[in-house]
């Protein structure tokens, strides 16, 4: 598993391209502080920090993460790679929560963007709650990404696809509104997503709220592994199906 | 005469590749249920902000101006389709046309506009559910001119943009970022547009700040403000001209130092 980590991280730091959503994304936190600012509402402040923090998360999934198979395909590292039955698609999801979880200092960059270029006090009263909200979102929003270079590999399209998959996740995400204040077929939606329960999780977390957050922690739990899980299964099977020349990889 | 001629036919044909090209990108499922989902999920998300804000007012200004900006945002689309050029060996053929690289370059591109201007015409189209701002049938009408106008505005930008991307390709995502977050910061998208000052001067230029002025007046009282239109008009002239120099002295550069090749 290490030497898996260890490549992804060696891939990742010799084409320094692939960590461009990283400093590119938080940055938009810049037009939503601005906006606050414009209207002075810094009581919206911690929300919209763990917005721009989980977008850049998100980005970084669908746009760097996912590419893998795509990018093993360009290396020329694919087909030796799918000659191993089991251990390309361990490998293959080790590498995704590698780079996923590189977004993970974007919540202090988000922070640090508040605090000293608007002035919010942005503080984190409960960090090590934060800290595993964080881990469990970058393993779930992982699981996704898994899901999406499947979906890659599947559709002739798959590439445009992800496109699409941000604003309406962000939306089903809670990441301005919480699941509570949606209307009732999206709270549905909401509340099956792993995503709303770790911004649900993360927001309590910055502002300190008492009482116990087990539950809400064993449903993120849950659905994250769930969410894991599926990527993973999905990816082995767009794998099976490449291998017996039923998908094409070279669309 | 004849130059006029073939710079018409050159503009046909690129508009024509250009909608081959987009339609290869998209299906109409494709593009029905993923692009244009996503973007009116775009306006909605931001229209939230202003709702959790706390004002309806708030909700309806920032609703109106995320509708509006989808044109020149989707403008924005050509400075990486014109890097495509680059990377996969075509731009040298279009270099060839007798008129210059200029206007082929830009009808090559001019899908990204249309796309622009429908996403943000419907967007505003389905505002009166989105966040209960109403364009009736008649004002989208004048919308829909105004809409032209910034997202050619946005255009021009992109075409400056595209110019220093096709010398410097890696420049390409953080460009098309930065621009996008000092649209959305500064044309009056979300907050009201900056008067004076070093940014205002800034905001002034920006592409989309006049024209959304011009829409935001005619969606409140029904009337256009010929200053806005003219102003945002200047934008787009400015921009045009800027373009034009960058896309053509880049490409001038790495033609002379044998550069353009990135293979």
Same mark, same amino acid.
């Given at each position: ?42 009581? &919206? $402040? ?12 998100? $980005? ?116 301005? &509104? ?17 995503? $709303? ?11 300190? =709220?008492?009482? =116990? ?26 794998? =099976? ?11 | ?58 909700? %309806? ?22 890097? +495509? ?74 075409? @400056? ?26 044309? +009056? ?7 004076? +000052?070093?940014?205002?001067?800034? @905001?002034?230029?920006?592409?989309? @700040? ?5 829409? %935001? ?34 490409? %001038?550069?790495?033609? %002379? ?7």
């Amino acid at each position: 598993m290490t030497a898996f980590v260890q490549l992804q991280w060696l891939l990742l730091i010799r084409s320094p391209r692939l960590l461009a959503t990283l400093v590119i994304v938080p940055f938009y936190s810049v037009v939503f502080f601005t906006t606050l600012h414009g209207y002075g509402a810094p009581g &919206l $402040s911690a929300t919209v920090a763990l917005t721009a923090f989980v977008m850049s998360m998100w $980005s970084q999934a669908m746009f760097v993460a996912a590419e893998v198979v795509d990018d093993d395909r360009w290396d020329g590292t694919l087909e030796p790679a799918l000659l191993t039955p089991d251990a390309y698609v361990r490998a293959l999801t080790v590498r995704v929560c590698t780079t996923t979880a590189l977004s993970l200092p974007v919540l202090v960059e988000v922070i640090a963007i508040g605090r000293i270029g608007f002035g919010f006090a942005l503080p984190v009263h409960r960090p090590l709650l934060a800290l595993t909200a964080s881990l469990l979102l970058v393993v779930g929003t992982a699981g996704f990404a898994l899901m999406v270079s499947a979906l890659m590999i599947l559709m002739p399209g798959g590439r445009n696809l992800r496109n699409a998959l941000t604003y309406p996740f962000y939306i089903l995400g809670g990441l301005i &509104l919480p699941a509570a204040a949606l209307p009732v077929p999206v709270r549905q939606l909401t509340q099956l997503f792993f995503l $709303s329960y770790g911004t649900q999780l993360l927001r309590a977390a910055m502002a300190g =709220s008492s009482g =116990s957050h087990w539950k809400d922690l064993s449903l993120l739990l849950l659905l994250t592994v769930l969410q894991l899980v599926a990527g993973a299964a999905l990816l082995r099977r767009a794998l =099976s199906r490449a291998r017996h020349g039923e998908a094409r990889l070279y669309a | 005469m004849r130059k006029a001629e073939a710079l018409i036919r050159q503009i046909g044909y690129g508009l024509l590749s250009s909608y081959q090209d987009y339609r290869a990108l998209y299906t109409w499922r494709s593009w029905l249920f993923g692009w244009l989902a996503r973007l009116l999920c775009q306006v909605l998300f931001f229209s939230m902000v202003g709702w959790a804000i706390g004002s309806a007012a708030t909700q %309806r200004y920032m609703a109106l101006g995320n509708a509006v900006v989808l044109g020149p945002l989707g403008a924005f689309g050509v400075v990486s389709s014109s890097v +495509g050029e680059r990377r996969g060996g075509t731009l040298q053929f279009l270099l060839l046309s007798r008129n210059g690289p200029f206007p082929v370059l830009l009808a090559r591109g001019l899908y990204w506009v249309a796309d622009g201007i429908v996403t943000s015409c419907i967007a505003l189209f389905v505002l009166r559910w989105l966040a209960d701002v109403e364009v009736s049938p008649p004002m989208l009408l004048v919308c829909f001119l105004l809409q032209v106008l910034i997202t050619l505005s946005g255009y021009s930008l992109a075409l @400056a943009l595209a110019g220093i991307s096709l010398r410097w390709p890696e420049s390409r995502m953080y460009l098309t970022a930065g621009t996008t977050i000092l649209l959305m910061t500064l044309a +009056g998208v979300n907050t009201p547009l900056p008067r004076g +000052g070093v940014v205002g001067a800034i @905001a002034a230029v920006m592409p989309a @700040a006049h024209g959304l002025q011009a829409i %935001r007046a005619l969606v409140a009282h029904g009337t256009v403000p010929a200053g806005e239109v003219f102003a945002e008009f200047a934008v787009l002239l400015l921009w045009g001209a800027v373009g034009y120099l960058a896309l053509t002295g880049s490409l %001038r550069h790495q033609v %002379r130092t044998g550069t353009l090749n990135l293979r």
